[in-house]
């Protein structure tokens, strides 16, 4: 069966730190992958989206990149974090067959 | 492009009835609704495609109006395990790529 593990769970880090975030997926092959932030209260929203290796599309202009060095793990980085990158980061998941989104366990980012 | 969600945020005894509402200002392809409890990630719930087909998951179903670009997702006997966010995520293509709405808060009390 298909797993996606996401780590950490939680980050606090400094204003102008690094940031790198990762995700796996396991028991599937050429996911659709997706990073999405979810500030407090709010909603859901789309960061980055990934059909495959060296094909990444940027939803929203930020300080935050993203890259997908082999085709099941999907990186979410910054080279110097603001404050307004505090939130919660969920990498998800898609196949080919179905259009159903699988929801990693999040990472809850602080920035202080 | 966000779709919008109504309502906001409701309150409910156990065993009442609930609609929230999603509807975009783009044509759509496909509309996702999912299920968030605090501090997890949100669980997926049903898809509907274009065609305007209406589906059932338990107690709660949902149905798509393609021409009006609206979804409704009804929620009949709620029950307390219902309590949680719920987020419509719409499509315009089969690029997979969904947008959020702002998601609606439901309770639901003993």
């Known amino acids: 069966s298909q797993t996606i593990h996401q780590w950490p769970a939680t980050l606090v880090q400094p204003v102008g730190s690094p940031l790198s975030l990762e995700c796996t997926v396991e028991?599937?092959?050429?996911?659709?992958l997706y990073w999405y932030r979810q500030a407090a209260g709010r909603g859901l929203q789309l960061l980055f989206y990934?059909?495959?290796?060296?094909?990444i599309s940027s939803e929203v202009p930020q300080n935050l990149s993203a890259s997908r060095p082999q085709d099941r793990q999907f990186i979410l980085s910054s080279k110097k974090l603001l404050l307004s990158d505090s939130g919660f980061y969920l990498c998800?998941?898609?196949?080919?067959?179905?259009?159903?989104?699988?929801f990693g366990s999040g990472t809850q980012l602080s920035v202080l | 492009q966000q779709p919008v969600q109504s309502p906001q945020a409701v309150i409910l005894r156990e065993g009442e009835d609930a609609v929230i509402n999603c509807s975009s200002s783009?044509?759509?392809?496909?509309v996702h609704w999912y299920r968030q409890k605090h501090g997890e990630a949100p669980v997926f719930l049903m898809i509907?495609?274009?065609?305007?087909e209406q589906k059932g998951h338990e107690k709660i179903s949902a149905s798509f109006n393609e021409k009006k670009q609206q979804s409704s997702l009804y929620l009949t006997a709620s029950q307390l395990s219902y309590s949680g966010t719920y987020f419509c995520?719409?499509?315009?293509?089969?690029?997979?790529?969904?947008?959020f709405g702002s998601g609606t808060r439901l309770l639901v009390r003993p």
């Open positions: 998800a998941w898609s196949g080919w067959t179905t259009e159903k989104l699988f």
């Open positions: 028991g599937t092959s050429n996911p659709n």
């Open positions: 990934s059909i495959g290796i060296d094909q």
């Open positions: 783009k044509a759509l392809y496909s």
């Open positions: 509907l495609l274009k065609g305007g």
């Open positions: 995520g719409t499509g315009a293509d089969s690029s997979y790529k969904l947008i």
